[in-house]
Nanobody, 124 residues
Framework: QVQLVESGGGLVQAGGSLRLSCAAS????????MAWFRQAPGKGREFVAF????????SYAGSVKGRFIISRDNAKNTLYLQMNSLKPEDTAVYYC?????????????????WGQGTQVTVSS
Protein backbone atom coordinates (compact mmCIF):
# COMPACT_ATOMS: atom_id res chain seq x y z
CA GLN A 1 0.00 0.00 0.00
CA VAL A 2 1.27 3.48 -0.83
CA GLN A 3 1.68 6.36 1.58
CA LEU A 4 0.96 9.88 0.37
CA VAL A 5 2.47 13.25 1.32
CA GLU A 6 1.16 16.51 -0.15
CA SER A 7 3.13 19.74 -0.54
CA GLY A 8 2.93 23.04 -2.38
CA GLY A 9 0.09 24.75 -0.57
CA GLY A 10 0.27 28.34 0.57
CA LEU A 11 -1.22 31.81 0.39
CA VAL A 12 -1.88 33.35 -3.02
CA GLN A 13 -3.86 36.29 -4.34
CA ALA A 14 -6.96 35.78 -6.43
CA GLY A 15 -6.02 35.18 -10.04
CA GLY A 16 -2.73 33.57 -9.08
CA SER A 17 -1.47 30.03 -9.50
CA LEU A 18 -0.15 27.21 -7.34
CA ARG A 19 1.05 23.70 -8.08
CA LEU A 20 0.40 21.00 -5.52
CA SER A 21 2.42 17.81 -5.40
CA CYS A 22 1.65 14.47 -3.82
CA ALA A 23 4.62 12.15 -3.31
CA ALA A 24 3.83 8.45 -3.02
CA SER A 25 5.97 5.79 -1.41
CA UNK A 26 6.08 2.22 -2.65
CA UNK A 27 6.49 0.60 -6.03
CA UNK A 28 2.82 0.24 -6.94
CA UNK A 29 1.92 3.89 -7.52
CA UNK A 30 1.22 3.38 -11.21
CA UNK A 31 -1.48 0.82 -10.42
CA UNK A 32 -3.59 3.29 -8.43
CA UNK A 33 -6.24 5.66 -9.64
CA MET A 34 -5.36 9.03 -8.07
CA ALA A 35 -7.45 12.02 -7.10
CA TRP A 36 -7.51 15.38 -5.39
CA PHE A 37 -10.23 16.33 -2.93
CA ARG A 38 -10.60 19.49 -0.88
CA GLN A 39 -12.33 20.56 2.30
CA ALA A 40 -13.23 24.17 2.97
CA PRO A 41 -13.84 25.43 6.53
CA GLY A 42 -17.18 24.23 7.81
CA LYS A 43 -17.88 22.09 4.76
CA GLY A 44 -17.57 18.47 3.79
CA ARG A 45 -14.78 17.10 1.63
CA GLU A 46 -15.46 17.48 -2.09
CA PHE A 47 -14.07 15.94 -5.25
CA VAL A 48 -11.73 18.10 -7.33
CA ALA A 49 -10.19 15.81 -10.00
CA PHE A 50 -9.05 12.28 -10.72
CA UNK A 51 -6.64 10.65 -13.15
CA UNK A 52 -6.47 7.06 -14.36
CA UNK A 53 -2.95 5.90 -14.98
CA UNK A 54 -3.12 3.54 -17.91
CA UNK A 55 -4.67 5.88 -20.47
CA UNK A 56 -4.38 9.22 -18.71
CA UNK A 57 -8.13 9.69 -18.43
CA UNK A 58 -9.02 12.69 -16.27
CA SER A 59 -12.18 14.13 -14.77
CA TYR A 60 -12.82 17.44 -13.01
CA ALA A 61 -15.43 19.01 -10.80
CA GLY A 62 -17.38 21.66 -12.66
CA SER A 63 -16.12 24.36 -10.32
CA VAL A 64 -12.48 23.82 -11.36
CA LYS A 65 -12.77 22.65 -14.96
CA GLY A 66 -10.72 24.82 -17.28
CA ARG A 67 -8.66 26.22 -14.39
CA PHE A 68 -7.06 23.15 -12.74
CA ILE A 69 -4.99 20.41 -14.36
CA ILE A 70 -4.30 17.04 -12.77
CA SER A 71 -1.30 15.04 -13.91
CA ARG A 72 1.00 12.30 -12.71
CA ASP A 73 4.56 11.16 -13.24
CA ASN A 74 4.71 7.43 -12.53
CA ALA A 75 8.50 7.39 -12.84
CA LYS A 76 8.67 9.87 -9.95
CA ASN A 77 5.73 8.41 -8.01
CA THR A 78 4.18 11.87 -7.93
CA LEU A 79 0.74 13.33 -8.51
CA TYR A 80 0.28 17.02 -9.36
CA LEU A 81 -2.48 19.59 -9.37
CA GLN A 82 -1.79 22.79 -11.31
CA MET A 83 -4.23 25.43 -10.11
CA ASN A 84 -4.65 28.57 -12.21
CA SER A 85 -6.95 31.58 -11.97
CA LEU A 86 -7.48 30.86 -8.30
CA LYS A 87 -10.54 32.26 -6.55
CA PRO A 88 -11.22 32.89 -2.85
CA GLU A 89 -13.72 30.02 -2.96
CA ASP A 90 -10.84 27.65 -3.78
CA THR A 91 -9.58 28.16 -0.22
CA ALA A 92 -9.47 24.72 1.43
CA VAL A 93 -7.27 21.92 2.66
CA TYR A 94 -6.37 19.84 -0.39
CA TYR A 95 -5.92 16.07 -0.09
CA CYS A 96 -4.57 13.54 -2.51
CA UNK A 97 -6.03 10.05 -2.46
CA UNK A 98 -5.39 6.67 -4.04
CA UNK A 99 -7.85 3.99 -5.11
CA UNK A 100 -7.63 0.45 -6.50
CA UNK A 101 -11.21 0.74 -7.67
CA UNK A 102 -12.52 1.29 -11.16
CA UNK A 103 -15.88 2.91 -10.49
CA UNK A 104 -17.18 5.85 -8.52
CA UNK A 105 -13.91 7.72 -8.69
CA UNK A 106 -15.56 11.04 -7.81
CA UNK A 107 -16.63 9.74 -4.40
CA UNK A 108 -14.57 9.56 -1.21
CA UNK A 109 -15.59 6.04 -0.26
CA UNK A 110 -13.62 4.34 -3.06
CA UNK A 111 -10.32 5.86 -1.93
CA UNK A 112 -8.51 3.88 0.73
CA UNK A 113 -5.26 5.83 1.06
CA TRP A 114 -5.18 9.54 1.93
CA GLY A 115 -2.50 12.14 2.49
CA GLN A 116 -2.47 14.53 5.45
CA GLY A 117 -3.55 17.53 3.39
CA THR A 118 -2.02 20.87 2.43
CA GLN A 119 -3.63 24.27 3.05
CA VAL A 120 -4.42 26.56 0.13
CA THR A 121 -5.60 30.07 0.95
CA VAL A 122 -6.67 32.50 -1.77
CA SER A 123 -7.03 36.13 -0.76
CA SER A 124 -9.35 38.54 -2.54
Amino acid sequence: QVQLVESGGGLVQAGGSLRLSCAASGRTFSSYRMAWFRQAPGKGREFVAFIVSTVGTTSYAGSVKGRFIISRDNAKNTLYLQMNSLKPEDTAVYYCAASRGLMGLTTERVYDVWGQGTQVTVSS
